[in-house]
């Protein structure tokens, strides 16, 4: 069917070349036989030629045609319609801007002209389709949820310059599984973009020959997976890719810029480059280090014991911040300022507990031996 198609494009092409240039060859090469000036014969004679090489063309032309089939296939509807419709508009923009140029008597300003101009906007309408178009339809329902929400007396929240949407997720953030912790405590807003780039490094990963980096890479996928089948945060796929940039991080934060989105990921190095270029990141490893406990066993600090404890001989106090501190002995030092040495902390989801015993106590024993 495919060849048949590119047959018949090569044949509309010959009839209307040799139709409209063929006379023209002629009087330039001073052939003055009749029956080449016939309308009939040249339209033949282009068929012709435009057959022969179709011949040769048709292969090579159906195997790209096939690639561009397949390239579609792959696609979300809403991305080829979102495009469709800005190729369309942006040409037609063309068209009109071309018009000022065909007046022109000047080949280059009258033909060559408005074909670039057309080819410029076509790239640029199908650039807006690919990344910009998709949020179309927020600009027709923004009048109708303002109207709804006026009747229903419901104030909607407004976005700061802080907030962004799309959180880009790297390779690494997906292999080390805290963002699936993550999310599902509720911190994150938002939608979490996988990019295709990204998935086939984990693939390529997976199927390793190395053990190590094969289960780190199904770990990545299993992560991935766990996030969209349990629908804790939205994820999307981004489909697009970059194929003047070899490196996945460089397209990462190509693609940081071009949705506005912030990098969540625990690679330094990636991190690093990204703030160099203006590109907001989340770490996890950062945040992981501003949650760690403000203190360690062996740390000496100074409370007040102010009540008993549950367990017998224990006094409870409280660090600044609220943090409860369980005291050995402690019920012999009500309401005195006493130090302690710490030795255990733990996390709960009430908060922090620390455990400690005067440390006097554990200086006799020293002094003793």
Known sequence: MRKRIIQLIFAFLGIGAGYSFLPGLWNLLNIQLQVLYNPI?????????????????????????????ETLAKQKTEAIISESIAIIVSLVIAVLISTLFWQSSLFFINTILPVIVMILFAYLGWFVGRTRLGDLPKLFSARSKKKEAEENNVLERKVGD????????????????????????????????????????????????????????????????????????????????????????????????????VIVTNDYNLNKVSEFQNVKVLNVNALAKSLKPRVIPGERLN???IKNGTERQQGVAYLDD????VVE??????????????????????????????????KKLREKN
């Open 41 to 69: 014969v040249n339209m033949f004679i282009g068929l012709v030629l435009m057959m022969l090489c179709s011949f040769i063309l048709a292969e090579p032309l159906e195997g790209a045609l096939k690639k561009v089939e």
């Open 162 to 261: 802080n907030f962004y949407k799309y959180k880009l997720l790297d390779t690494n953030i997906l292999i080390d599984g805290r963002i699936y912790d993550l999310a599902k405590t509720g911190f994150l807003e938002g939608t979490l973009v996988v990019p295709n780039f990204v998935l086939y490094e984990l693939q390529y990963i997976a199927d390793s020959g190395d053990s190590i980096k094969r289960v780190r890479g199904r770990r990545g996928l299993d992560i991935l997976n766990k996030l969209q089948n349990e629908n804790i945060v939205p994820v999307e796929m981004y489909e697009g890719d970059f194929d003047d940039i070899q490196e996945v991080d460089s397209k990462l934060i190509k693609l940081a810029k071009m949705l506005d989105a």
């Open 322 to 325: 609220g943090t409860m501190i």
């Open 303 to 305: 409370v007040m014991v």
């Open 329 to 362: 002995d402690g019920r012999y030092y009500m309401n005195k300022t006493l130090e302690v040495e710490v030795t255990s902390a733990i996390q709960t989801d009430a908060g922090r507990m620390i455990f400690a015993k005067p440390y006097h106590s554990k």
